[in-house]
């Protein structure tokens, strides 16, 4: 156990012995174990956009057998899916990689102003399956949202009695907000700091543009100076957010980049401004394996330094 994990695992003291072990096992696996960063392959896609937009540029990405070789073969700290895919091969790889069994999914065969996450997945088929977590998904700015935050905590006090680690997907949209408040600094901040109220042990947030969406908090921002001008210090104050980085934020690697240049400045951008690490799902399956597991090398290659 390096000191960077034994003091990323003293921040969550009120947890149980469970919850640590199953945290410990994911910062302290594959090629970045023990550095306090992580990689983390998600495969949920399928269910929240369709499997043709999500596997149809590489076929291979409809077999679930694929995504967890990716994830083993990469060396990855973990991998996220619903609870399908985790069925699918959870025995086949049993004790391979790290599992999070993503427990709320959403579809795209309705339009809608404000989404909702069903519950789809149980705390004991988490169990059942080895996984060390479980994750949930809210969306800051639905009208729906406090439905939301009142099921993810519920569902979160029953995954920790369990042992399970909390991983909250935290992606602000709804009718309260624009398209561009989505990724403004402000509210991916305060998407940060709703989730680790919660009680999640782990964040996912969409990287923060400069764009500041409510005007109250334009004036803070204006008055305090909080630099926000490049992705660095936008990553920083995201971090700052969540407990002032005393909560683990990893960052969404969102559609596929058509160039990875793109993708591994973030990256930079990321582990420069105290992030974590980061969440990468299509710009990982939508490649055949041998190019899918030299853009992670590349990563892991960013984030080990």
């Given at each position: ?21 199953n ?9 970045l ?11 949920d896609?399928?269910?929240?956009h ?7 540029p ?8 694929y ?9 990855l700290?973990?991998?996220a ?37 069903a519950?789809t997945?149980?705390?004991?088929d988490?169990v059942?399956l ?14 729906l ?7 993810v ?6 995954a ?9 997907w ?21 998407a ?9 042990h782990?964040?996912?947030?969409k ?15 204006e008055k ?14 995201v ?6 980085g005393k909560?683990i ?18 990256c ?6 105290g992030?974590?690490?980061s969440?990468i ?20 290659k960013?984030?080990?330094?």
């Amino acid at each position: 156990m390096t000191e960077r994990v034994r003091e990323i695992l003293g921040w969550y003291r009120s947890d149980n012995p469970g919850v640590l072990t199953n945290l410990a096992r994911m910062l302290n696996h594959g090629r970045l174990a023990g550095t306090g960063r992580m990689v983390i392959l998600p495969v949920d896609q399928g269910w929240e956009h369709g499997p043709a937009r999500s596997f149809a540029p590489n076929p291979e990405g409809y077999d679930p057998h694929y995504h967890f070789k990716i994830a083993i073969e990469a060396g990855l700290n973990a991998y996220a899916a619903p609870l399908g895919f985790l069925e699918a091969g959870a025995a086949e790889f049993a004790g391979e990689v790290p599992l999070i069994l993503k427990a709320n999914n959403h579809d795209l065969l309705a339009d809608e102003k404000d989404s909702w996450q069903a519950l789809t997945a149980t705390v004991k088929d988490a169990v059942r399956l080895g996984c060390c977590g479980i994750g949930l998904t809210i969306y800051p700015g639905s009208a729906l949202r406090k439905e939301m935050y009142e099921n993810v905590r519920c569902y979160a006090e029953e995954a920790k009695a369990a042992g399970l680690a909390v991983i909250v997907w935290s992606y602000p949209r709804g009718s309260s907000l624009s398209k561009e408040g989505e990724t403004a600094i402000d509210v991916c901040g305060y998407a940060a700091q709703i989730a680790c109220q919660l009680g999640a042990h782990i964040v996912k947030v969409k990287l923060p543009s400069n764009h500041i969406e409510q005007d109250a908090a334009r004036k803070v921002y204006e008055k305090e100076k909080i630099p926000i001008g490049t992705l660095t210090e936008r990553v920083r104050h995201v971090t700052q957010c969540a407990f002032a980085g005393k909560r683990i934020v990893i960052f969404s690697g969102g559609a596929k980049k058509e160039n990875d240049a793109e993708v591994f400045e973030e990256c930079k951008a990321i582990r420069d401004g105290g992030g974590f690490g980061s969440i990468i799902g299509r710009n990982t399956f939508q490649r055949k394996r041998p190019e899918a597991l030299k853009f992670l090398d590349e990563i892991i290659k960013i984030y080990a330094k």
